[in-house]
T-cell receptor, first 112, second 112 residues
Framework: DTGVSQNPRHKITKRGQNVTFRCDPI?????LYWYRQTLGQGPEFLTY????????KSRLLSDRFSAERPKGSFSTLEIQRTEQGDSAMYLC??????????FGSGTRLTVV | GENVGLHLPTLSVQEGDNSIINCAYS??????FIWYKQESGKGPQFIID?????DKRQGQRVTVLLNKTVKHLSLQIAATQPGDSAVYFC???????????FGTGTLLAVQP
């Protein structure tokens, strides 16, 4: 396990379709974060898991977005009824304790 | 709300020169800061961190300075190389879940 893995790397979807992204964190990391990044901006926090519990959700996470981490290992982020405004890079990060964050390479979503 | 911002969106330097990237933060209660480097198509990569009980920390070719009086951070890169070309973000740790709060980034362009 050499880092945080995100799949797919790229996703092009038609408006209105559902998409799901996967994040595999570093195996011993109990904390997992999802961020969204648009061009020229810094990543924006979406949601946080500690083990399998989702402990914080940003108001950016509308009801079309849902995230899970069922066994406290990998996590999925689903977007339903995608809109063009959902086009962004979706980043996952994991950590064992404060400061030891490792980011994945992200999933770039394009909604056409 | 709280935010972290950057003074200069783009910085162009000659190879071999020293680079200084600045960042202002607004939450005086923040006690932990991280600088990240992000190359095109990749996730943010940890460079160096600093806690509020320090005012300077050095790494390999990089130095972070923290001025709590004026709520200012800077990242100094010595002998800048073409491989240093990237977008640099400062981030603070915020909230009970220790999420990262990013600024908008500075693009560092190293001219050969």
């Amino acid at each position: 396990d050499t880092g945080v893995s995100q799949n797919p790397r790229h996703k092009i979807t038609k408006r209105g379709q559902n998409v799901t992204f996967r994040c595999d964190p570093i195996s011993e990391h109990n904390r997992l974060y999802w961020y969204r990044q648009t061009l020229g901006q810094g990543p924006e926090f979406l949601t946080y898991f500690q083990n399998e519990a989702q402990l914080e959700k940003s108001r950016l996470l509308s009801d079309r977005f849902s995230a899970e981490r069922p066994k406290g290992s990998f996590s999925t982020l689903e977007i339903q009824r995608t809109e063009q405004g959902d086009s962004a890079m979706y980043l996952c990060a994991s950590s064992l304790e404060e400061g030891g964050y490792t980011f994945g390479s992200g999933t770039r979503l394009t909604v056409v | 709300g709280e935010n972290v911002g950057l003074h200069l969106p783009t910085l162009s330097v000659q190879e071999g020169d020293n680079s200084i990237i600045n960042c202002a933060y607004s939450n005086s209660a923040s006690d932990y800061f991280i600088w990240y480097k992000q190359e095109s198509g990749k996730g943010p990569q940890f460079i160096i961190d600093i806690r509020s009980n320090m005012d300077k920390r050095q790494g390999q070719r990089v130095t972070v300075l923290l001025n709590k009086t004026v709520k200012h951070l800077s990242l100094q890169i010595a002998a800048t190389q073409p491989g240093d070309s990237a977008v640099y973000f400062c981030a603070e740790i915020g909230g009970a879940t220790n999420k990262l709060i990013f600024g908008t980034g500075t693009l560092l362009a190293v001219q050969p």
